[in-house]
């Protein structure tokens, strides 16, 4: 399957997923064609969107789904190992597979096998420098998480010797794809001068008025809301 081919099924494929009178039949048609090719990437998506998105056509299928996951796992899709990962409780063997992923390849399983070596919340070490590889193997990818925690490891000197500036082009990289954790943070540097950044109210206030039109913002706004509404209306 080519690029072109796999964003399009993609696109249709999420387009269903968030509408909830969508069957799983709609979503089964567009990949199935290919998944009779043996296209891996097809097999994948087919797999993920069934056991991920909230489908649930019987135990039957289930099983074929997974059994499916499973075999397209074992031809080393990076993907598929990462997603198969989850389909284990938290443990050692989880771990392993997630691992596994990292190293053929798939992007969030770097960001997080990152972020597990960074916290110790997992089987595996508590290893700053070595979250900060993995942080680094998705950054350059661009991966947006990993780029706002690998800044954050530099400008507090966590695993990697304390850098500003590069902490600093981390950071910009994510905010400027509108990570809503980058740009508050930017803000928020700027505004106290924090971990060595030059305090500067202007740039602070540019980082705040583009915090204040992302995804994060609205989201936090939305909860805020909720919860006071909640306080005046504990039935509501």
Not at 201 to 209: F, G, K, P
Request: net charge negative; with cysteine; charged share 30%.
């Amino acid at each position: 399957m080519d690029e072109r081919t796999a964003k399009r099924l993609i696109h249709e494929s999420e387009l269903l997923n968030e509408d909830d009178a969508s069957e799983w039949s709609s979503v089964e048609a567009l990949w199935k064609p290919y998944v009779a090719q043996d296209d891996a990437e097809a097999q994948f998506r087919l797999a993920y969107y069934y056991l991920f998105c909230s489908f649930d056509e019987g135990p039957q299928k289930r099983a074929e789904m997974e059994m499916l996951l499973r075999r397209t796992a074992e031809s080393g899709h990076p993907d598929a190992v990462y997603w198969l990962a989850h389909l284990y409780p938290e443990g050692a063997e989880s771990d392993s597979i997630l691992l596994r992923a990292g190293e053929l390849g798939s992007l969030e399983a770097q960001r997080d096998l990152g972020a597990l070596y960074a916290t110790g919340d997992w089987t595996g070490p508590h290893d700053p420098s070595r979250a900060a590889e993995w942080y680094r193997r998705a950054a350059e990818r661009g991966h947006i998480g990993a780029q706002y925690s690998l800044g954050f490891m530099y400008l507090r000197g966590e695993g990697v010797p304390s850098d500003p500036i590069e902490g600093l082009r981390w950071l910009h990289s994510a905010a400027d794809q509108g990570d809503g954790q980058s740009l508050r943070l930017l803000a928020d540097l700027c505004r106290n001068g924090y971990y060595g950044i030059p305090l500067d109210l202007e740039e602070a206030e540019r980082w705040d008025r583009k915090y204040h039109q992302s995804d994060l913002y609205r989201m936090s706004e939305e909860i805020r809301a909720a919860r006071e509404a909640k306080a005046v209306d504990p039935l509501a």
